[in-house]
């Protein structure tokens, strides 16, 4: 038998949350000395430890108490449930994750806090994951669709931060000509990177410009805006006829040869 202090020395848990388990029941000593202190017997310790190991496993008290008072036959039924809950949590920090990440980048991006920037990239995360999937569904058939999921989620903090150090040097140079050796430089990258990130598949990559280009005047790619949308489509634009170009003037060249 055990004394409360002798089972918080073997157990690590306070006397104090000892004293809480008793007194909801949790977990009640076997006897007690002729004085009223409390004795724990080696089943009340085994109690405690699958208090201890369902409480790690994020299982509430209340829930710890349903399950040790079932039969062992529901614990299956239990740790599945437990599990599906979990895996939802992580789903549930892993966009919460992307929503703060989300905002660091705006602040980062706008160099200083834009509340109304931040409200709609808030807004947007608590959308219904059915809404953005009608949204892309509209320009995307169910293949093209996974593939740009899989896209998001291979892309690392280097993709994203590579992402922000254009978006930024749009931003700083939307004002000069798209025809301008800066904003080609620019074109370039931009195009570079998609094509990256796109693995080189034209097709999507066209379809998913033109949803950026129907839908720049709400929050879904931000921070890529109108006047982003417009410049990057003017110098990409230039940039290919000059490609075009330059492509048949070697071909000329090369009959004339």
Known sequence: MYSIGQLSKKTGVTVRTL???DEIGLITPSSKTEGGHRLYSDDDVMRLEQVLA???????????????????????DSLEKQLKMIRQQQKQLKELERAVQSVLYSVQFE????????????????????SVQDLFEHYFNP???????????????????????IYHDVRANIHVHPGSDTAQRLA??????????????????????????????DITFYPIDKDMVNFI?????????????????????????
């Open 19 to 21: 004293d809480y388990y």
């Open 54 to 76: 369902l409480k790690f496993m994020g299982f509430s008290l209340q829930q710890i108490q349903e399950v040790l008072d079932r039969p062992t036959a529901t614990w299956e």
């Open 111 to 130: 160099d200083a806090i834009n509340w109304a920037i931040i409200f709609e990239i808030i807004q947007m995360f608590k959308q219904s994951k059915e």
């Open 143 to 165: 293949n093209e669709y996974k593939e740009i999921q899989d896209m998001g989620k291979r892309m690392d903090e280097q993709d994203l931060q590579e992402w922000q150090d």
């Open 188 to 217: 370039r990258r931009w195009m570079d990177k998609v094509d990256e990130m796109f693995a080189g598949n034209k097709e999507i990559e066209a379809k998913m410009w033109h949803a950026m280009k129907d839908h720049k005047d």
């Open 233 to 257: 489509d003017s110098a990409v634009t230039i940039m290919y006829q000059e490609n075009d170009q330059n492509n048949n003037r070697s071909k000329r060249e090369a009959e004339d040869e």
